[in-house]
DNA sequence: GATGAATGAGACTTCATTCAT
DNA sequence: AATGAATGAAGTCTCATTCAT
């Protein structure tokens, strides 16, 4: 037996289950479909989830994981502040379109089951990481020093999400992808670059 | 009187919905549960709403019109932008921190009906009333013209509303409500005001 | 609609159970089988019956008061207390029999649900009849005075009702009814008459 | 060393039923809570029973035993009958008490299983052994000899169990523990006593 | 003999919705 | 319009049992 059979099984539920709810939604979603896209038995959901609602959080993991994964890599490269912060609005807005339907299933499932204070832990390596760009940034001079990093970083990841999930999920049709994202970059260069 | 009758079955209903799935949210709440709340028949539920899922566009459409109305009245009075906006900073956390198991319950009942768009529809005169603040900012040569009202204003709103559920809601425990209310409010302001 | 037609749901659904139950035990019989029999649909279960086992305590009313009622008639006639008791085991003996599966399924039901003490409340008009028939016999000095009669009823009843059992149920085959019959008169007898 | 294991096993397993079943009753009780308190494999258990209602005659089988060499033990020294009988009385109360779980499981488990023929089983050696007291009180003239020695014994060992249930198990309130057993035995004596 | 992950049948129960009154 | 008993489909979850290791 190898070594990753039981992830294998988890990850088969989980990936079964983000792909179904987020088509269907998971109200109308029920475990026997879930069981049935991953091929297991019905009874072997629950030797891994205690019940649906406890796929929730796994999902909303999986997903800021992949976030934060994918705005590391992107940014890694760029050569300062605000390069870093268009490349970062940009990928963001990459990332609410490829997975708006599980944004939406993570947002509604975690409100569903009252527990929308684990969003501070699972958002928290991500804030951490914004904030330590906003420190070198302020070190560098390239932004101004008089903001709160932790509140700003916060606040900053939450506009620009956002922005984007009004034009993806929202469906605000008075504005291009382009004009949007300009709209976003300009705002926040606006409060942070330090007077000439 | 006949009206009357219809209308206050209606609204019985209405409030008693809002106030039993807030407390126990969307999922978890049962027909059942409300027409008892709201001292009406099994049946008689029928006559006003088609499901159970139909209450939430009224019950978010009521608390959009009770934030909307609220903000209004509050700021109506200001001299200047910069006090406009601060009141209505702090009105929005009053109606977050008096709302939040709606807020939460219309977030959810959205989500799950897949009917996120109606969001804008139902937000439209918020934003409406909004922007018309910036535009009569910006002929006072309080804020600065180079921004898209339209995007503006949703933004704004957003990122109020964002910054006080994340108070509120998500229990950021990082700062204090003084604290949280400046820092948007000087954000803000210092992507907003003109160059001196 | 008659005035009857709740009971009658709630009757069709009682001896249904009762039949069933008595043929395949408590735990082989579903709720979907005993439905089926009344003829009613599942969710009308649930509108008389808060579950499964609450069956237990309205079928074992329903045999005590049958008994009871059976044990009334049959011995109303009986001249002396002797007589009485004669005609009393008798009947007890042929309730027995007839009621042998619904006995057994009333013993185990309870003890499942361990609510055992609802055996006194439910027994105890029965047990005040007995004990007005004991005082009634001291009264005429059929029987010795020295014994509490409360206790006595129960006990009588209880040795009866076994003695029974272990003819019927137990399946003691070392003796035949009416040795049975005699055995328990009699003891009873040397213990309660008076001396000469 | 391997017998002893099996052993140990078995019985792991049997007194870990007793003490869950005991509590929860046999209907809440899954094989899983079984093996768990006894620390086994789950599969471990059907090398030792073949189903869950296995258990139950060996619980009982158990119980009975224990009941007899306790019996036993405590009317050795007896002188006379009458001593015996009112020390077995007294015993059967003690037992009643301290295992009166167990009891309420093992008529349950067993009349769920249809399988209440063999009490008779298991109580043979138990009745025998009261048998032989019986006759030996005869032989001496201490009790009349014109009773059915075999019914006698099961009747009056189930009288004194019954009372004792009825006592500690039916929760009868209104009579002393020492009243109870009192009546019991002044019952009995009445009954078997030769005319002096 | 021992293990325990996996199975999958099926039981219980809920609840949105209907409809005769 | 209002009622609420009745419906029955459908979902969740449990759990005895198996079997490959």
Known sequence: MSATTVNDKYNAILQAAIEIISEKGLYSTSISDIVKKAGVAQGTFYLYFRSKNALIPAIAQNLISITLEKSKEKTKDRANFMEFLQTFIDEIYNITDEYK??????????????????????????????????????????????LNVGWTA???????????????IGRDQDITREESQHEVFQFLKRSMAPAK
Do not use: C, Q
Not at 106 to 118: R, T
Not at 134 to 143: F, T, V, Y
């Open 154 to 168: 916060k606040m900053i990841v939450n506009m620009v999400e956002n922005a984007a999930e009004r034009f993806f």
């Open 101 to 146: 339907d599980v944004i939406v299933l993570v947002y509604s499932g975690l409100a569903i089951d009252h527990s929308m204070e684990i969003w501070e832990t699972i958002y928290k390596p991500y804030y951490e990481w914004f904030e330590d760009e906003l420190k070198r940034a302020i070190g560098n001079g390239e932004i101004i020093g008089e």
